[in-house]
């Protein structure tokens, strides 16, 4: 009788499980692509999430291989898509951090780097 009831559940707790999985925003791809190397700093930083965000409390930070901030402020959002315009900061490990609200009022944040130069 306890097997049968454990079958019953497993699949009730696994849709719960995958549905609160897809309540958060998550990074779905960057540009540029994170760990990527790229010949001279890019003009932007632009990320793709899996859900929709809430432009008044997502944010994201570029910093260069110094650590200074190479990003010039407030991020545009639309939609899923977060973008950040950059500062040239040289060349190295630039670091991006990113903080947002999806829509369904869920946060996520996260980080990534990728290289610049030859």
């Known amino acids: 009788m306890r097997y049968s009831s454990l079958v019953g559940i497993i699949p009730l707790l696994l849709l719960f499980a995958n549905a609160e999985a897809a309540a958060h925003a998550l990074l779905d791809h960057a540009e540029p692509r994170v760990g990527n190397k790229v010949a001279s700093a890019p003009r932007e930083v632009t990320l793709w999430f899996t859900q929709k965000l809430e432009p008044a409390f997502s944010t994201v930070t570029v910093t260069n291989a110094s650590g200074q901030r190479v990003d010039t402020g407030k991020a545009r959002v639309s939609g899923n898509q977060m973008s950040v315009s950059l500062r040239s900061g040289g ?28």
């Open 91 to 118: 060349t190295g490990a630039y670091h991006v951090k990113w903080h947002v609200l999806s829509v369904d009022t869920h946060t996520t944040d996260g980080s990534f780097t990728f290289e610049v130069g030859q």
